[in-house]
């Protein structure tokens, strides 16, 4: 990892993967709608910030996301459900990494390996979902791994060294879980760690898959 660019940067989780990169010995790039001004669901945003970058980064992570829009909580039952929240889940959850992984391409190197992590979550998963609720943001975080797989099909025709996959870092002690305290929670820089430990591991032949922060494979 000499390169790496860190999208959301400035949340618990985006903090901790760009601190543990740099540590890791790599020039970090970091960007966030806090600290630079990037909306990832603003299409114009996204162009204007990553075409200003050169690359090639042999690391990008995407950390962006939310639980619910602020004010709200995700639904506990299909009769919660609203137009307005699940729209919005949609917008930062879907399609902001559709957007951003629409520029990633052209900034990884052509030749050696790369890696791209997509933080989605456990929830997203179809086939592992057996308690139900939740439902703007399991359908965002499920609608958000097609789109890293279609994007590791995609990118990879021509980045034939790119490993691009969904990660799922655990529940993470930051303000994004504060509302939520009967959860079993990892603090952020050990989640980082963690999850950096599974991109470096990566190589080309796991593109477009879903891996939990130990590295193990969650299905669809």
Known sequence: MKEALVIGASGGIGAALAAELYRRGA??????????????TDPDSVATHLGALAGPFDTIVLATGILAPE?????????????????????????GPALVLAEVERLLPRRDPSRVGVLSARVGSIGDNRIGGWHSYRASKAAVNQIVRGAAIEIGRKRKEAAIVALHPGTVDTPFTADYPGHSKVAADEAARNLCDVLASLTPGQTGRFFAWDGSEIPW
């Open 27 to 40: 020039r970090v790039t970091a960007l966030s709608r806090k600290l630079d001004g990037l909306d990832v």
């Open 71 to 95: 004010g709200m909580g995700p639904e506990k039952a299909l009769s919660q459900v609203s137009p307005e929240q699940m729209a919005r889940t949609f917008a930062v959850n879907t399609l």
